[in-house]
């Protein structure tokens, strides 16, 4: 395989790993209108990744991060943003899966969508069925590619690239850790999964604040970009954390697959099946072809300004500002880049 090739396969694995995710080659979603990639004239592309949370194959599977890569037609930098998993939208009907047309969660389309039987469920179906709500919420017609990501197979990847280093911009402590990885005890009457909000005791990981990069293993990295609870701005902290680790990982996958070619195959290896890749009929190779003059280090991260939405005196999720339609205008126009200088303070960079 060619230097750029290699290269280009890394920048494949970047578009499948914003959420936490892993590298499997699929196939497109029936059903997911998903435009041709030209070969030539190349044209802004819009790619959406979602991590999940996958408990066992008889539980609906809920969007636990969303996050929309926007590459511009000139591929100078990829725009990452992340939807807020509990902004209050219209999710449509969806006659495949039986769900009637409602309003609430976003994170709850993939479960919607996702029902195919009595206790059974297709993530990949799901995937449809919020690919069609973010559009409905950003303008986006439809997605180009998307990813279906796990918890699990973001650690490996980590852990295949020998950790990853990041800045630590306020300290967090970890709501489901011990200090030493293991997961925390329980509160006797909360022993299952949803018996309890907050069901967990006992000694706590924390993560201080730090002024230099530090070292995250596979475990630490994922238990952190999970939390929420103590951060000033909750998930939006949250969202944050995760797209920070999607740029320290991008940069070190491009040096250590350029430097050593191996080590293409043993991230395959390690990360396994734990992804569903939707590539519009063409594989990872074929969408780091195109992707291989994309300049890794102009990536922006950007969150956007949600707060919380009260009906009746109670809590329904999140919402967003109408001052934040003109960006998602720019992204469909592909002048992201061209917004952000013009409009300062729209939308947090970061």
């Not at 996050?67 to 511009?72: F, K, Y």
């Amino acid at each position: 395989m060619p230097r750029w090739a290699r290269f280009g396969v890394a920048l494949g694995c970047l578009v499948t790993v914003p959420a936490g995710g892993a590298l499997v080659a699929g196939t497109a979603v029936a059903g997911v209108s998903l435009p041709g990639i030209p070969a030539v004239a190349p044209r802004p592309l819009n790619i959406l990744l979602v991590g999940i949370d996958p408990r066992d194959t008889h539980t609906a599977p809920l969007a636990d991060s969303i996050i929309v890569a926007h590459v511009p037609a000139d591929r100078s930098g990829t725009v990452l943003f992340s939807i807020p998993r509990d902004l209050v939208v219209r999710i449509p009907a969806f006659p495949k899966s039986g769900s009637g047309a409602q309003r609430t969660k976003i994170n709850a389309a993939m479960a919607l969508g996702s029902r195919i039987g009595e206790r059974s469920y297709s993530v990949a179906q799901g995937f449809e069925l919020l690919a069609q709500t973010v559009g409905n919420v950003t303008g986006i017609r439809s997605f180009d590619a998307g990813a279906v990501l796990n918890f699990g197979g973001f650690r490996k990847l980590v852990d295949a690239m020998d950790g990853i280093s990041v800045v630590v911009d306020q300290n967090v402590v970890s709501e489901h850790r011990k200090p030493d990885g293991e997961p925390r005890d329980r509160l006797p009457q909360c022993p299952g999964h949803d018996n309890c909000h907050r069901p967990y005791v006992g000694a706590q990981k924390s993560y201080p604040k730090s002024t230099g990069p530090v070292h995250f293993r596979g475990w630490e990295a994922l238990d952190y970009t999970r939390q929420r609870y103590g951060l000033p701005r909750s998930d939006y902290d949250r969202q944050r954390h995760q797209r920070q680790f999607v740029q320290a990982l991008a940069k070190k996958m491009k040096r250590k697959i350029l430097t050593e070619p191996g080590r293409l195959v043993q991230v395959t290896m390690e990360v396994g099946r734990s992804l569903t890749f939707i590539g519009n009929g063409r594989d990872l190779a074929g969408w780091a072809q195109m992707l291989r003059i994309l300049r890794i280090r102009e990536m922006i991260s950007v969150g956007l300004p949600g707060h919380a939405l009260f009906e009746n005196g109670l809590y329904r999720g999140e919402q967003l500002p109408a001052t934040v339609s003109p960006f998602f205008a720019a992204v469909v126009q592909d002048r992201v880049k061209p917004f952000l200088v013009a409009n300062p303070g729209v939308v947090d960079l970061g």
